[in-house]
């Protein structure tokens, strides 16, 4: 069974940093794409990073430069280090993966995976 779970999160202040990790398992083989998605509510999901096992990376134009994605094959898990927070970027943070290949335009669009964690909370204040 396949399932994947985050970690990490929390409320810092704007400027803050934090790490959320997403650990996944049940796989028969490396997942081809794992991403960060969030959501706050009365909003639709969107798109943060994503990356392929081949470490080729997509961002969100609102992360770009603060927000550094990565993986670690070897242990099938999914990294997100966030620097210079903004308010903005409070919302659940999910984990999503995608053993199909997805196009280079459609890899932030959620609709695309199947595989999903649960989510982890970031706050971030002023």
């Known amino acids: 069974q396949v399932q994947l779970v985050e970690s990490g999160g929390g409320s810092v202040q704007a400027g803050g940093s934090l790490r959320l990790s997403c650990a996944a398992s049940g796989y028969t083989s490396t997942p081809y794409l794992m991403g960060w998605f969030r959501q706050v509510p009365g909003k639709e999901r969107e798109g943060v990073a994503v990356i392929a096992r081949d470490a080729h990376t997509i961002y969100a134009d609102a992360v770009k430069g603060r927000f550094a994605i990565s993986r670690d094959n070897a242990k099938n898990t999914l990294y997100l280090e966030m620097g210079n927070l903004k308010e903005e970027d409070t919302a659940m943070y999910y984990c999503?993966?995608?053993?199909?290949?997805?196009?280079?335009?459609?890899?932030?669009?959620?609709?695309?995976?199947?595989?999903w964690g649960q989510g982890t909370q970031v706050t971030v204040s002023s």
């Open positions: 999503a993966a995608s053993v199909m290949w997805i196009d280079w335009n459609n890899r932030l669009s959620p609709a695309n995976y199947k595989n």
